[in-house]
């Protein structure tokens, strides 16, 4: 039914088909802290609201399971790559709901780190002292996430 | 799908709400003699406990009153609704 | 299997759960061509090569794409419709004192003693009749056989007013505080009908009454046609009528079985043996040998023969013998597994019971107990007196008298026993998941390369992902995990339950949102004069406005182009009614104001105007507007159309949240006031000719002043602002004087050209001369020294986002920078989004385009962007790079029309 990945900017809605033959679509937060890991019946009919309204024949498709957990969200939309405080620890998250798409590149961009002891060109900006110089990157738009 | 008992419209929907995280956050001033370390924290760091929360919410599509809610993230539980500038409830070990 | 066809077309239905209707179309699924002759059937030959986890291991080499079309091909459970669903859904809300969850005896017994209190009580039931198994199952209660008694509740339930009974409705979701949802199928016999119902229930107290799930036995060849659970056997000879096969083998490791045989027996079916895998024989077994059934005790099924169904079958006696018993209908059961999934759903965590070999329910976690086979209370007794007594209880809990009323008495049955029987060993699949096509020997697989947590068990094998969810699967996959590990049963663990209980249709969930209601459009007190004036209309934010006016003959670009010249040459009329308005007032009223602008509003005059920009806390221009005084203590706060109801509640927190000491009354009014804004060189004139009692003149009303009376003879404050760069009038009137006043303004603006201006003109407008527009020029990171706005620094006082301007990195002097770009070629185009080159061949680009557009009255294009050092490299040339080479400009302040401000003040 769907060979790509879509994503709706005016839904925040992702969804594509598994090779099994199952979509798996997902956006939608509880916009408070929580560790029930239970999913919130509002957030879901939205998610699923804004899914068949993208795709109106998938209406009759049925939701079979959903997943809840936490999602790791950073202040400026975007992910925190690199060392820590730390010596030796290094980090690769804050990737919200992106992380699916792009950990791909993230992955690469942590493994240059490690490799050569020197943030990748790319990765260099992603680094956890934006918060105090204030060179934020703001994704917020660019992700019509409202996270 | 919390039910919320807002100060001045009774019980409601969590959908009427919106939540502003932590609570009792002190905007550090005078700005000019505040460091940029300091100000960051400010902005940034924010708690993230498992157990009792104190945060902001606001009954949006109601009275538009902000009030402070002290809850459990992992129940969900509601312990205590206090106005904003009540102090922090006492934190009880659960 | 699949049902309907075309729009109506549903897949993955279970053939037990539909209700046979005239015309009904159905077909199998997952069996290409037919059952008889399954194509996958042919993988069995090739069991062995498709272990676990084959997936992630297998299709790497040498590359996963050359097998993914035929893994799409083998895969999926039939196919969804291709046309949008024709049917509609509902959403409804309820609150009641007590819901039951599942009308079986429990709870039943549940409701009536809960409805004797006077509570308001909500029975539901997925089944179209209530009852339960003891629609199908022998036993009497209260003297009276099972459909007599559940008629009798029916009845007594249907007359008490405060009960609402609902069935074919399914309990799908447990959520916080109590919040349930519901699916009620609706009766497809009404066309109007929707097709479901979505109730969200808020329940003081819920009673779960769920019942439990037989479970098969994993043993080889027991996925043969001809393979039922023995309650499956029961039921169909009780709900239905129908006998399944003639000549029965039923196989068991606990009680249960018994009665379904008894059941077997009485409808005619005839029983060649019962396999007991227990070595003593039960009190039961012992009862139906006498009746001439053969049992044999401590045996086991370990193979079934048969093409297409099951014709005979091998069972392995005590001693290690084997004998081959000719059968048509094998009955197994493998004990109960409660249906805890609201439980868990709740937050209950359910624990292990060793004597019933089964997940009971934990402590509640929320307001709700369980009851009956769901709590593991399997007879029927026991079931009843627990389900009156919690029903009671739980409407005293709600607030209602303690009303504790006898408890139905039924014949009790002897004692559940069962002893666990996880796995018959043997050669060939042995399935765990039926759906998924997980056997014993994957679990064995998974144990072995160290998969053992449930969670991992579950997503390596895929174990109890299919449309059941593991209904079936789960409890047996825990045991058997449990006996390769060799450690109880209660150490495994369970995965979590999570919404929906069972699949629920996307659009059940969507509801009523769809096509216009998804997302409700604003439209304008004037939307039909618009539209009778030949406005095309797009989406800005919520609201729906005119981007342009075409004429007969014209493209929309040309209707722009002709909207733009008439501002500037004529005059223009323009619904501006969205623009936010603020009044805020007080005695503190100027001292907040000077908080939340970047620039100063205390020292403004009454009567004037003032652009202002609001930041955020980090420094980031959120706004943009014309802040006025009205009175010493009273402003009217403008906002961007799309920061109206952002930047009232923005206000409202800072001043209930930070500045409690404050006081300030903020008052939203966007709603109160619609907005005509003429512009041009001759609006002044136009707004003479339609009459107002105060002088307007350039003298007496400059640019940046306001001034209220009567408009035309209606109430209005004029603001002389402009979005234009040339003389504008923004008149502000009720909504309800708007057409009026509108009308009037247009009619007496003939004389002067007046034209109907859209949006598109309008931003094309503002590009020209050079103003900033929120969220097109800058983004989530433009601080206002980015802009050009390093002044408000010198301000000796505070202001939200001012410490961090300080910041290192907003202070650096390499930032992108708001400025105007001169095509150094007239001929050149220029879109939004050109990047500027960099002369550093490392970095990929200098800034960006953010407004661009071709200037009628320059007659070529103009751009304004976002450039590094932009404001210090004034006067270079940089070259954008466009879809067609490199275009050339020069960095230029902001404004290609009219630089110097100088037609405004006209």
């Known amino acids: 039914m769907l060979d790509v990945v879509s994503w709706s900017l005016s839904t925040g ?26 999913g919130n019946l509002a957030t879901a009919i939205d998610v699923v609201g804004a899914v068949a309204e993208t795709y109106p024949s998938f209406g009759r498709v049925r939701l079979l399971r959903h997943w809840a957990g936490i999602v790791d969200i950073v202040h400026d939309s975007s992910p925190l790559i690199g060392e820590t405080p730390l010596a030796g620890l290094y980090m690769n998250c804050g990737w919200g709901t992106g992380g699916f798409k792009a950990i791909p590149a993230g992955g690469y961009l942590l493994a240059h780190h490690l490799a050569t002891g020197r943030p990748h060109p790319i990765a260099a900006p992603f680094h956890l002292d934006r918060f105090r110089t204030g060179a934020l990157i703001d994704e917020a738009a660019g992700a019509g996430i409202a996270h | 799908m919390l039910l919320i008992n807002c100060p001045w419209c009774g019980p409601r929907d969590e959908i009427e709400f919106r939540c502003a995280g932590q609570s009792h956050i002190a905007r550090p001033g005078p700005y000019d003699r505040v460091s940029d370390e300091e100000w960051a924290r400010y902005l940034f760091y924010r708690k993230n406990p498992k157990g009792l929360h104190s945060e902001r919410w606001l009954h949006d599509v109601g009275c538009r009153q902000w009030f402070n809610i002290a809850r459990d993230t992992r129940t969900h539980e509601i312990k205590v609704i206090y ?12 | ?158 007359a008490s007013p405060e009960v609402r009974v609902l069935t074919r409705t399914a309990a799908m979701g447990y959520f916080d505080h109590n919040a349930l949802a519901l699916l009620e199928e609706v009766d497809a016999s009404t066309a109007s009908a929707p097709r479901a119902r979505l109730w969200q229930v808020r329940a003081k107290r819920v009673v779960l009454a769920t019942g439990a799930i037989e479970r098969p036995i994993v043993f080889a060849g027991n996925d043969r046609p001809g393979v039922m659970l023995a309650s499956a056997v029961a039921q169909y000879i009780g709900d239905f ?63 079934t023969h048969g093409r297409p169904a099951l014709s005979r079958l091998s069972v392995r006696k005590a001693g290690g013998d084997t004998i081959e ?94 002893e666990p029987l996880w796995r018959v060993g043997g050669r060939g699949k042995a399935f765990v998941d039926f759906q998924n096509d997980v056997t014993a020997d994957d679990l064995a697989l998974a144990q072995r390369e160290n998969f053992i947590s449930v969670e991992h068990l579950k997503r390596y094998t895929t174990l109890g992902m299919g449309t059941d969810q593991g209904k079936t699967s789960n409890v047996n996959a825990i045991g058997i995990m449990s006996e390769l590990r060799q450690q109880p049963a209660a150490v495994s663990g369970v995965t979590r339950y999570r919404f929906p209980y069972k699949p629920i249709a996307l659009g059940a969930l969507a509801g009523m949102r769809r096509g216009e209601k998804f997302k409700p459009r604003r439209r304008l007190t004037l939307h039909d004069w618009h539209q009778a004036n030949g406005a095309v209309f797009e989406e800005y934010g919520p609201w729906t406005r005119p981007a342009h006016y075409p004429r007969a003959g014209e493209t929309g670009w040309m209707a722009e182009q002709r909207e733009a010249l008439a501002v500037r040459n004529k005059v223009g009329i323009f619904d501006g009614s969205p623009l936010g308005k603020i009044e805020v007032l007080g005695p503190d009223a100027a001292k907040f104001l000077d908080l939340v602008y970047a620039n100063r509003m205390s020292n403004l005059e009454i009567g004037k105007c003032r652009y202002g920009l609001m930041l955020n806390e980090l420094g980031v221009i959120i706004d943009d507007g014309v802040c006025s005084r009205l ?54 004139d136009l707004l003479s000719e339609v009459g107002v009692d105060f002088d307007i003149s350039a003298k007496m009303m400059p640019h940046l002043t306001w001034s209220g009376g009567k408009v035309g003879g209606m109430n209005a404050r004029v603001f002389r602002v402009s979005y234009t760069g040339e003389v504008s009038f923004e008149i502000n009137v009720a909504p309800s004087d708007m057409s009026k006043l509108w009308h009037v303004c247009f009619e007496v603006g003939q004389q002067f050209g007046v034209t109907p201006v859209g949006i598109d003109a309008w931003s094309l407008l503002r590009t020209e001369r050079g103003f900033l527009h929120i969220g097109a020029d800058t983004d989530g990171t433009t601080t206002p020294l980015d802009i050009g706005w390093g002044r408000v620094l010198k301000r000796k006082t505070d202001f939200i986002g001012r410490r961090s ?102």
Not at chain 3, 34 to 39: H, Y
Not at chain 3, 69 to 79: C, D, E, K, T
Not at chain 3, 244 to 255: C, E, H, W
Not at chain 3, 383 to 390: F, K, P, V, Y
């Open chain 3, 1 to 158: 299997m699949e049902i309907g066809v075309g729009a109506e077309m549903e897949t993955n239905i279970v053939a037990t759960q539909v209700t046979l209707q005239e015309g009904l179309q159905a077909r199998a699924v997952n069996c290409w061509p037919s059952v008889r002759f399954d194509i996958a059937a042919a993988n069995n030959a090739l069991a062995r090569f498709i272990p676990a986890g084959f997936y992630y291991k297998t299709f790497l080499w040498p590359n996963w794409r050359v097998y993914e079309p035929f893994i799409r091909r083998a895969a999926g459970l039939g196919r969804p419709a291709r046309h949008p669903d024709p049917n509609s859904y509902e959403m409804r809300y309820a609150h009641c004192d007590v819901l039951i969850v599942g009308a079986g005896p429990a709870g039943l017994a549940a409701a009536a003693a809960a409805a004797s209190s006077g509570a308001r009580v909500m029975l539901v039931e997925q089944d179209a009749t209530l009852g339960g198994s003891l629609r199908w199952r022998s036993g009497e209660v209260d003297g009276a056989p099972g459909a007599v008694w559940i008629e009798r509740q029916r009845t007594a339930l249907a």
């Open chain 3, 241 to 303: 009528g129908v006998l399944s096969g003639r000549r029965a083998v039923f196989f068991t490791n606990n009680d249960s079985a018994y009665a379904s045989a008894e059941a077997y027996l009485a409808a005619g079916g005839a029983i060649a043996a019962i396999v007991d895998s227990r070595p003593t024989k039960s009190e039961r077994g012992a009862g139906i040998e006498a009746s001439g059934v053969r049992v044999i005790c401590g045996g086991a099924v370990v193979a």
């Open chain 3, 325 to 418: 018993i000719a059968a048509d209908l094998l009955a197994i059961s493998g004990g109960w597994s409660p249906t805890l999934h609201l439980h868990c759903q709740s937050g209950g965590a359910p624990r292990w019971d060793e004597g019933l070999a089964c997940l009971v329910p934990g402590a509640s976690v929320q307001s709700e107990n369980s009851v009956g086979a769901c709590a593991g209370e399997f007879l029927l007794s026991e079931a009843l007196a627990h389900g009156a007594a919690t029903g009671a209880l739980a409407a005293h809990l709600a607030g209602f008298r303690f009303a504790p009323s006898p408890a139905p008495q039924a014949i009790s049955s002897i004692g559940f026993s069962i």
């Open chain 1, 13 to 38: 809605v992702y969804i594509s088909q598994s090779d099994k033959g199952g979509l798996v679509f997902g956006g939608g937060l509880d916009h408070y802290p929580s560790y029930a890991q239970r």
């Open chain 3, 631 to 684: 009175a010493d203590d009273h402003f009217l706060v403008g906002t961007t159309s799309a920061g109206a109801g952002r930047i009232a509640a923005w206000l409202q927190e800072w001043l209930q949240c930070e500045w409690v000491d404050l006081e300030v009354l903020v008052a939203p009014i966007t709603q109160c006031f619609d907005v005509i804004t003429l512009s041009g060189p001759n609006a002044r």
């Open chain 3, 805 to 906: 301007l300080l910041r290192p990195a907003d202070q650096r002097e390499d930032r992108l920078n708001f400025v105007g770009l001169e095509l150094i070629n007239r001929e050149d185009t220029v879109r939004v989004g050109f990047p500027v080159r960099s002369k550093d061949a490392a970095k990929a680009t200098d800034g960006y385009v953010t407004s661009a557009g071709f200037s009628p009255t320059l007659k070529r294009h103009v751009a304004l962007g976002m450039l590094e050092r932009g404001r210090a490299r004034v006067g270079e040339v940089v070259a954008l790079i466009g879809d067609r080479g490199d275009i050339s400009a020069r960095v230029t302040e902001p404004g290609a029309f009219d630089p110097k401000g100088e037609r405004v003040h006209g």
């Open chain 2, 83 to 94: 106005a904003m500038t009540d102090p922090k409830p006492e934190e009880s070990t659960p």
